[in-house]
């Protein structure tokens, strides 16, 4: 155990002591490159900077949305095939969306096949969406049971 504290303790050092090496001068280049503005800045300025002023300068690409593209809503992998207010939604399932988009269920209820119901006394969809009670049963507090 001891043995595996030195261990990673070493790893940190090393990890810690690698970028600090690299980052000093050699021998042979200056410390402090002096430039009185008349001279070629390419020379004093790393290729990288020039790279990264071109990435950082580009458009950024937005998201594909669903108002601009509707067909990305019937893709592998979507929420749902219905688009209501840039999001693919399904309208027969979503609590926010149930059966339009826009119509939200109240906090007790949950959208089963568009429709808004209470799960925890409706006998059709007794603690889940077509969960019936049987016949002569009730739906108390989402679980059937004979009264």
């Given at each position: 155990m001891k043995a595996l504290h030195i261990f990673i303790l070493f790893a940190l050092l090393m990890a810690l002591a690698i970028p600090?090496?690299?980052?000093?001068?050699?021998?042979?280049?200056?410390?402090?490159?002096?430039?009185?503005?008349?001279?070629?800045?390419?020379?004093?300025e790393p290729t990288s900077v020039?790279?990264?002023s071109r990435i950082l300068a580009q458009k950024p690409r937005g998201m594909m949305t669903c108002n601009k593209y509707p067909r990305v809503c019937r893709a592998a992998g979507s929420p749902g095939p219905d688009c209501c207010k840039r999001k693919c939604?399904?309208?027969m399932w979503d609590r926010f969306n149930c059966g339009k988009c826009g119509k939200k269920c109240?906090?007790?209820e949950i959208c089963?096949?568009?429709k808004c119901v209470n799960p925890m006394s409706n006998?059709?969809?007794?603690?889940?969406c077509y969960n019936r009670?049987?016949?002569?049963?009730?739906c108390l507090?989402?679980?059937?049971?004979?009264a």
């Amino acid at each position: 155990m001891k043995a595996l504290h030195i261990f990673i303790l070493f790893a940190l050092l090393m990890a810690l002591a690698i970028p600090n090496l690299s980052a000093t001068p050699s021998g042979d280049e200056p410390l402090f490159v002096e430039n009185d503005g008349d001279g070629d800045r390419s020379q004093a300025e790393p290729t990288s900077v020039g790279i990264m002023s071109r990435i950082l300068a580009q458009k950024p690409r937005g998201m594909m949305t669903c108002n601009k593209y509707p067909r990305v809503c019937r893709a592998a992998g979507s929420p749902g095939p219905d688009c209501c207010k840039r999001k693919c939604v399904n309208v027969m399932w979503d609590r926010f969306n149930c059966g339009k988009c826009g119509k939200k269920c109240k906090y007790s209820e949950i959208c089963c096949k568009g429709k808004c119901v209470n799960p925890m006394s409706n006998r059709l969809h007794c603690g889940d969406c077509y969960n019936r009670c049987t016949k002569g049963s009730k739906c108390l507090y989402g679980m059937c049971s004979y009264a």
